[in-house]
């Protein structure tokens, strides 16, 4: 219970910061992008979506009574959810709505919560796109700037992170090749493809990427040198070869396989939601097809195995 109120304070902090431009510890806005209380790092948004699977697991694991705590969990999820959509992560905003569509389906006692929890959640956003309410700008940058950096389109602007002030400005629009979410994502991705092929078998080592491009100074021949390649199923690929890929792979197949096996199986309903939750969790955390952090980082790296040893435990309770 601690645990959610303490979230519960990170997201209101979270919305703070964007409706006054300040959060409670006196934390600018950065980059037009709120972070609330992690500052500098703007990992607000990759947090909550991290957490939020092991938020909803203890409240089955606690035995909340979710009927009675409609009205309380929807209002907790809605602001959950908002804030995510304001820290402008457009993959974080991703997987939550990823995470929302298998809960409602895989998981029957939050199906009206979550239901109601994105109906409040579309009202808002459309309040603050209609009101211009808050200090940034997140519409534009998750749903306009994804498209331009996608299809590598763009006005000749300034600053594109921001709506254009002058509507009457005449622009020019630019169109080249379409690429993998952005030219930087598209860059590390062809950079970390060149390492793979190089070091087929066991690749670069753990994060082996960002001693490559220390090593080059940062100026590949090909691609665009980075920390790591922000996408968890190249970066294996790339630092740790075939080697790493087939474990990687073999992991993500044997969950989803027990995750079906459970979905048809006809046990406890509590232990069912119980592992139907945490598995969406991790597939959620691992989900290959979006930017990603750096899957060997300290604290993305306890978050994946926290979740594994809860797995472990759920898997043990369905086939001891």
Known sequence: MLFIIFIFLIILDGLFQFSFGKNLLGFE???NRISGIFDTELILGSYLIKVLPLITWFMFYKNLDFY???KILAIFFSTYFLCI???????????????????IFFVKPLKKIFIFSLLNSFIALIIIFFFNFGKTDPINRIFIKTFNQITN?????DNRDTLVENKGEEKTLNKK???IFSEDHHGHYLLA?????????????PKGFRHYCRSIDYDPPIGICSTHPHNYLIQIA?????VGLA???????????KFIKCYNSKISENNKFLFNTITIGILINLFPLVPSGNFFNNWISIINYYFLGIYFYCYNKLYR
């Open 29 to 31: 806005i950065k980059k």
């Open 238 to 242: 790339a630092e740790t070869g075939l």
């Open 85 to 103: 959509f304001i820290t402008g992560e457009r993959a974080s905003f991703a997987l939550a709505l990823l995470f929302i569509i298998l809960m």
């Open 68 to 70: 009675k705590n409609t």
């Open 193 to 205: 493809f060149d390492i793979f092929k190089k070091n087929l078998i066991f690749g670069v080592g």
């Open 247 to 257: 474990l990687f792979s073999y992991v993500i197949f044997f969950i989803i396989a």
């Open 177 to 179: 090749k379409t690429l």
């Open 153 to 157: 389109q763009y006005y000749n602007i």
